[in-house]
């Protein structure tokens, strides 16, 4: 399947307002930062979050793809498509919360005063984030990012359920009956349950951003799935009129605009504009690894400029520009190492 520059864009300037995020939130040069950018830090601390939303969508518009790549019963036995997902998402993870680990270890005892940092774990809580159940299980998390891989998990597990469901024949899942239930599960996320802070450790919570994405995916070649996607986004507008809320709007830009550039033909690049795009690709390429493994690269450049004493603004940008770089440097080792060392499975013919 040809890359979509959109798709690549948004991953990677995504990944990395989250990365600056979790830095202003996070780090203690912030305060030095806020003094001399109060704006910017301000915006990046209280709105960065909102970066989520998009990744939430690519991922319903992913998954809804690629599992129509895969038609019959056959081929969609559930526990396949799960278990690849899981050995996808778990290495990077794994290695990522190891690092957190050493982390806290090496430079904890100047951070005892960060209620941000958790303590080293015992072996239930190990084994909580070892499989995704650390915030149904109410185990305080290791790490900012680790309760983004329960969600793309659970979430996942549910549209593979659901293509088994209705994988008869050979149809894609766009020609059943699946949008249309995708699309009253996404309706009635919107309206109900991501009003419910309480739901916010399981799926249903972030329905509302992944069946978006989802919907405008099979949209693209499919009448009755265009019905769901314009009713859905219809309701989506209507809620927004009454309470205006900028994660559902965020994600109904971004579904909408998947949903345009999948009818767009890209010219190839040239010049500078080539380089970008070579740019583009990487981050992308390592946005997960970014995403997991940044938190690590914080509380070791935090617990250094405690430990070093320093202060001001020069120091405070130095050392969050050194983090922004390693987090990136670090993510894409995270990558590599992931994709060398986990198996890959193939569907039975």
């Known amino acids: 399947m040809n890359r979509s520059p959109l798709i690549d864009a948004t991953k990677a300037v995504a990944s990395q307002l989250i990365v600056l995020h979790h830095l202003v939130l996070y780090a203690p040069m912030s305060d030095a930062l806020a003094a001399a950018w109060p704006a910017l830090v301000e915006f990046l601390s209280q709105h960065g979050r909102l970066a989520v939303q998009p990744f939430l969508v690519i991922g319903g518009f992913l998954t809804a793809q690629s599992l129509d790549r895969h038609r019959g019963r056959a081929s969609l036995a559930p526990w396949l498509p799960i278990a690849q997902r899981f050995l996808r998402l778990a290495p990077p993870l794994w290695l990522a919360l190891l690092l957190v680990v050493l982390a806290t270890a090496l430079v904890g005892r100047w951070l005892a005063h960060a209620d941000w940092l958790s303590p080293l774990p015992s072996v239930g809580t190990a084994l909580a984030h070892l499989f995704f159940l650390q915030d149904v299980l109410g185990v305080p998390a290791l790490s900012a990012g680790v309760w983004y891989v329960a969600i793309d998990f659970q979430l996942f597990a549910l549209f593979a359920l659901l293509a088994w469901a209705f994988g008869a024949a050979g149809r894609p899942l766009a020609e059943t009956w699946a949008p249309v239930l995708v699309a009253g599960a ?15 450790v399981w799926a249903i919570y972030f329905l509302s951003a992944y069946g978006l994405g989802a919907l405008a995916a099979w949209a693209v070649g ?41 009818h767009l033909r890209w010219p190839a690049s040239a010049g500078l504009a080539r380089w970008a795009q070579r740019v583009m690709h990487f981050l992308a390429d390592v946005s997960y690894g970014v995403f997991v493994g940044h938190f690590a690269v914080i509380i070791l450049v935090s617990g250094l400029w405690h430990a070093m004493g320093l202060s001001g603004f020069g120091p405070a940008l130095a050392f969050t520009g050194l983090a922004w770089a390693l987090a990136i440097a670090l993510g894409a080792g995270l990558q590599h190492a992931a994709e060398r060392w986990t198996p890959r499975w193939r569907s039975p013919s």
Not at 251 to 259: F, M, R, S, V
């Open 222 to 262: 499919q009448p009755r799935a265009r019905v769901c996607f314009v009713l859905t986004a219809a309701v989506l507008l209507a809620d927004w009129l009454f309470a205006p809320r900028a994660r559902p709007m965020l994600a109904l830009a971004t579904a909408l605009a998947l949903y345009g550039a999948a």
């Open 186 to 200: 996404t309706v009635a996320s919107i309206v109900v349950f991501s009003r419910m802070p309480a739901l916010d």
